[in-house]
């Protein structure tokens, strides 16, 4: 069943590329997919949703938010079974409930049905989310990783576009509950992206390093030659395969493998890099972007002011921008690094939003300056997009499939994508009551995390820019410590390897 084809070299690496962007466009297109339509009298009036009333808010958020209770449920369930199955399987099992969760929300009449269709396809999607960065890391040269994951970001934002434009074309013949199709259409169209991924899946083989964890060690090296064929030297590529192996072996005798080890502070620092990376995930959630994400409609017109026509072209443009700007990190993110993204652009992010708490202030107390203050708030949506998505997300995939230990890299990776969809769920749920409640307040909610975010950085997180991901764990552990104790396990292994040939 799992038999691929005889990819090589560049081909093999732009076939996983397209099978990691096509995941991550799929984050984009689900993210955007409700917030262009959430309000439209199609929607509420196949529901029967007043968004007028405190009920009728709260229920809309219930819809939207609940399809991160699944995503998290579904990263959960691959932290446990996920390092078993491996990343392609994983993949595909993430791709067929995704499917199956787009034919329920397309075919729903009800609430309840509803909530269950996004709980659904939610599962799937925390899947793929939780593999796919994992199987470009693992996939992807140390020297170019980083440009590796913009483009996957590139195509996650231009999900959320396509998926806005999409949203508001449709909303011009909107008119009630009469007129479903306009969101049942756009809801189905995911299905597009998710069955190319099914046949890729069948045409990669599965990653070295997966392999080397799990003693196919023969099959590892014959990958790492398929992968760099026509670009190294046979002994260079068996010089990587043995680092590969040594490093497996270095983290099987610290035990960075197991559920418990995932918090003990060991010879790797094991506890230490899954904080790292759940922690970048979190971050990023409670910075506040899928506030604008989800509900820039509703943004536009609750906070500005503005009318519906107007919100979904404004909704369009600003996640157009989000597309546009996803493509500046391709030239930064190699070449300055991880963590001087990170700085900068958060502390853009909290100037911001206190800026915005003044600006959304004059807009909902009709003063003399309300006309202008709204388009400025409204510039400053477009500033915080853009400093998010050089700074924020062009990091927030890769790093922690780059810090992780080896043995760890599955559990940790979806426990921190886990992480991710709790707190997306935490500020999808909040926003609609939050703006509705207690207005321009929010932001500043937003201004003081983000603010908090970068002296932990700062102080915490190291560069990991142009490392071979079997280095990042000399960042961490003393080298004398280290080269001991592959020593050690050097002599296991050649006895277990002894054994089995007699």
Same mark, same amino acid.
């Given at each position: 069943?799992?038999?691929?084809?005889?990819?090589?070299?560049?081909?093999?690496?732009?076939?996983?590329?397209?099978?990691?962007?096509?995941?991550?466009?799929?984050?984009?297109?689900?993210?955007?997919?409700?917030?262009?339509?959430?309000?439209?009298?199609?929607?509420?009036?196949?529901?029967?949703?007043?968004?007028?009333?405190?009920?009728?808010?709260?229920?809309?958020?219930?819809?939207?938010?609940?399809?991160?209770?699944?995503?998290?449920?579904?990263?959960?369930?691959?932290?446990?079974?996920?390092?078993?199955?491996?990343?392609?399987?994983?993949?595909?099992?993430?791709?067929?409930?995704?499917?199956?969760?787009?034919?329920?929300?397309?075919?729903?009449?009800?609430?309840?049905?509803?909530?269950?269709?996004?709980?659904?396809?939610?599962?799937?999607?925390?899947?793929?989310?939780?593999?796919?960065?994992?199987?470009?890391?693992?996939?992807?040269?140390?020297?170019?990783?980083?440009?590796?994951?913009?483009?996957?970001?590139?195509? /996650?934002?231009?999900?959320?576009?396509?998926?806005?434009?999409?949203?508001?074309?449709?909303?011009?013949?909107?008119?009630?509950?009469?007129?479903?199709?306009?969101?049942?259409?756009?809801?189905?169209?995911?299905?597009?992206?998710?069955?190319?991924?099914?046949?890729?899946?069948?045409?990669?083989?599965?990653?070295?390093?997966?392999?080397?964890?799990?003693?196919?060690?023969?099959?590892? /090296?014959?990958?790492?030659?398929?992968?760099?064929?026509?670009?190294?030297?046979?002994?260079?590529?068996?010089?990587?395969?043995?680092?590969?192996?040594?490093?497996?072996?270095?983290?099987?005798?610290?035990?960075?493998?197991?559920?418990?080890?995932?918090?003990?502070?060991?010879?790797?620092?094991?506890?230490?890099?899954?904080?790292?990376? *759940?922690?970048?995930?979190?971050?990023?959630?409670?910075?506040?972007?899928?506030?604008?994400?989800?509900?820039?409609?509703?943004?536009?017109?609750?906070?500005?002011?503005?009318?519906?026509?107007?919100?979904?072209?404004?909704?369009?443009?600003?996640?157009?921008?989000?597309?546009?700007?996803?493509?500046?990190?391709?030239?930064?993110?190699?070449?300055?690094?991880?963590?001087?993204?990170?700085?900068?652009?958060?502390?853009?992010?909290?100037?911001?939003?206190?800026?915005?708490?003044?600006?959304?202030?004059?807009?909902?107390?009709?003063?003399?300056?309300?006309?202008?203050?709204?388009?400025?708030?409204?510039?400053?949506?477009?500033?915080?997009?853009?400093?998010?998505?050089?700074?924020?997300?062009?990091?927030?995939?890769?790093?922690?499939?780059?810090?992780?230990?080896?043995?760890?890299?599955?559990?940790?990776?979806?426990?921190?994508?886990?992480?991710?969809?709790? *707190?997306?769920?935490?500020?999808?749920?909040?926003?609609?009551?939050?703006?509705?409640?207690?207005?321009?307040?929010?932001?500043?909610?937003?201004?003081?995390?983000?603010?908090?975010?970068?002296?932990?950085?700062?102080?915490?997180?190291?560069?990991?820019?142009?490392?071979?991901?079997?280095?990042?764990?000399?960042?961490?552990?003393?080298?004398?410590?280290?080269?001991?104790?592959?020593?050690?396990?050097?002599?296991?292994?050649?006895?277990?390897?002894?054994?089995?040939?007699?």
């Amino acid at each position: 069943m799992f038999t691929a084809l005889h990819l090589e070299g560049s081909a093999l690496l732009a076939t996983v590329t397209t099978l990691t962007c096509l995941g991550f466009l799929l984050i984009g297109f689900d993210n955007g997919l409700m917030g262009g339509f959430v309000n439209s009298p199609a929607f509420t009036g196949t529901f029967g949703i007043d968004t007028k009333t405190d009920a009728g808010t709260n229920l809309i958020a219930i819809i939207v938010a609940i399809y991160e209770i699944g995503a998290f449920l579904g990263a959960v369930t691959t932290s446990i079974i996920g390092e078993g199955l491996g990343r392609r399987k994983s993949i595909l099992i993430g791709v067929i409930i995704m499917i199956i969760g787009a034919i329920l929300q397309a075919t729903a009449y009800h609430v309840a049905h509803m909530i269950v269709a996004r709980i659904v396809s939610g599962i799937g999607m925390g899947f793929i989310n939780s593999t796919v960065p994992v199987l470009q890391a693992e996939f992807s040269p140390k020297a170019t990783r980083g440009r590796y994951v913009c483009a996957q970001l590139s195509t /996650l934002n231009f999900g959320i576009m396509l998926v806005y434009w999409i949203d508001y074309a449709f909303s011009t013949i909107s008119k009630g509950p009469e007129t479903s199709y306009v969101w049942r259409i756009p809801t189905i169209l995911q299905c597009i992206f998710l069955i190319p991924m099914i046949v890729i899946v069948f045409l990669i083989p599965e990653t070295p390093r997966w392999l080397a964890a799990h003693d196919r060690n023969e099959e590892c /090296l014959e990958v790492l030659r398929r992968m760099h064929r026509h670009k190294m030297d046979d002994q260079t590529i068996k010089a990587e395969h043995e680092l590969i192996v040594r490093t497996v072996a270095l983290e099987t005798a610290a035990g960075a493998g197991s559920w418990t080890d995932l918090f003990r502070s060991d010879v790797v620092h094991t506890r230490r890099r899954f904080l790292i990376a *759940c922690g970048i995930q979190i971050f990023q959630q409670l910075g506040g972007i899928n506030a604008l994400i989800y509900y820039a409609n509703t943004l536009f017109q609750s906070s500005l002011g503005f009318d519906a026509n107007l919100s979904g072209l404004m909704a369009g443009f600003l996640n157009t921008w989000f597309f546009l700007a996803s493509f500046i990190p391709w030239f930064l993110i190699d070449r300055i690094g991880r963590r001087p993204l990170l700085l900068s652009m958060i502390s853009v992010m909290a100037a911001v939003m206190v800026v915005q708490c003044g600006l959304i202030y004059q807009v909902q107390h009709n003063t003399a300056i309300a006309k202008s203050a709204g388009a400025g708030a409204a510039a400053m949506l477009f500033i915080f997009q853009g400093a998010f998505t050089i700074g924020f997300q062009a990091t927030v995939w890769v790093y922690p499939s780059e810090i992780l230990p080896l043995k760890a890299r599955q559990k940790g990776s979806s426990i921190s994508t886990a992480a991710n969809w709790i *707190c997306n769920f935490i500020i999808v749920y909040i926003t609609p009551p939050a703006i509705r409640n207690i207005g321009w307040r929010t932001y500043i909610i937003f201004a003081v995390l983000n603010a908090t975010w970068v002296p932990i950085i700062y102080l915490f997180f190291p560069e990991t820019k142009g490392m071979a991901l079997e280095d990042v764990d000399k960042i961490f552990g003393n080298d004398e410590v280290i080269e001991a104790m592959l020593a050690e396990k050097h002599v296991e292994i050649e006895e277990v390897e002894d054994h089995r040939k007699g």
